[in-house]
Nanobody, 120 residues
Framework: QLQASGGGLVQAGGSLRVSCAAS????????MGWFRQAPGKEREFVSS????????FYADAVKGRFTVSRDNAKNTVYLQMNSLKPEDTAVYYC???????????????WGQGTQVTVSS
């Protein structure tokens, strides 16, 4: 099970950190991904992180503004979002997979999502 939290309303240029707590599987053996879906749009890849956190990947749209991290002792993955833009408004989902991938269909477990709204 994956439980995302930390979403909310923030002004453009602001920051927000979303978290995703995992349970029911061996968190440290899974790569984690963040995806987002805006109204009327398809779900898109945001970021991913390897089992140990040594490798991270970002979509071009968020590179340099977002940072993914994980704490395996707490079974939690984080997404720090800085310099937020209105186009970052979406429901953010965390997901887990045994491989490091940006393809949504390859992920085994999904959280319920948390709403992030950036006002202009």
């Amino acid at each position: 099970q994956l439980q995302a939290s930390g979403g909310g309303l923030v002004q453009a240029g602001g920051s927000l950190r979303v978290s995703c707590a995992a349970s029911g599987f061996t968190f440290g053996s899974y790569c984690m991904g963040w995806f987002r879906q805006a109204p009327g749009k398809e779900r898109e890849f945001v970021s991913s992180i390897s089992w140990t956190g040594d490798h991270t990947f970002y979509a071009d749209a968020v590179k340099g503004r977002f940072t993914v991290s994980r704490d395996n002792a707490k079974n939690t993955v984080y997404l720090q979002m800085n310099s937020l833009k209105p186009e970052d408004t979406a429901v953010y989902y965390c997901a887990a997979d045994s491989t490091l991938t940006s393809w949504a269909h390859e992920y085994d477990y999904w959280g319920q999502g948390t709403q992030v709204t950036v006002s202009s």
